[in-house]
């Protein structure tokens, strides 16, 4: 598969997922990246405090990011709007959870990657160009940065 990896989160949207079994969260991410880092190969995403994920992410030593087929954009878009705080956001979709020894996937995913927890840091506001402060920082605390060493991919 022909990644560009400019366009895998920002364009076509990703899922992050974390959590167990028995309690998970899931939420649509535009922002990520895919690397190396420490000779590992890597990605990285991006969530704000204030999101419900946020909880499961700190919580868990594994992730997954899963990516999607065009046709579940609408799925992915109530995934990143609604919260599991408020509604069973997953009720509200046409996607199915799959669980795997670690992390959870969905069985219409394209493309899973497990992700162990291997470094996280808030982003500093002191650190960031004023304009990205006034826009995306000006109500809410900066997002968290949790970077996962590739553990499995799934196709």
């Given at each position: 598969m022909?990644?560009?990896?400019?366009?895998?989160?920002?364009?076509?949207?990703?899922?992050?997922?974390?959590g167990d079994k028995e309690d998970f969260n899931t939420m649509t991410v535009a922002?990520?990246?895919m690397g190396t880092l420490w000779s590992r190969d890597c990605v990285t995403v991006y969530v704000k405090p204030c999101r419900y994920t946020y909880k499961y992410l700190n919580a868990q030593d594994y992730f997954t990011?899963?990516?999607?087929d065009e046709k579940y954009r609408k799925d992915l878009s109530i995934l990143g709007t609604k919260s599991k705080r408020d509604v069973d956001k997953l009720a509200l979709v046409e996607l199915h959870p799959e669980f795997l020894e670690h992390g959870i996937t969905?069985?219409?995913a394209k493309?899973?990657?497990?992700?162990?927890?291997?470094?996280?840091?808030?982003?500093?506001?002191k650190m960031m160009p004023q304009e990205v402060i006034d826009h995306y920082y000006e109500v809410e605390a900066p997002h968290r940065m949790y970077i996962g060493q590739v553990v499995d991919i799934i196709e």
């Open positions: 022909l990644v560009d990896p400019f366009k895998k989160f920002y364009k076509e949207w990703a899922l992050v997922t974390a922002w990520g990246a990011v899963s990516f999607f969905f069985k219409e493309c899973t990657i497990v992700l162990k927890k291997i470094y996280y840091q808030d982003l500093d506001l």
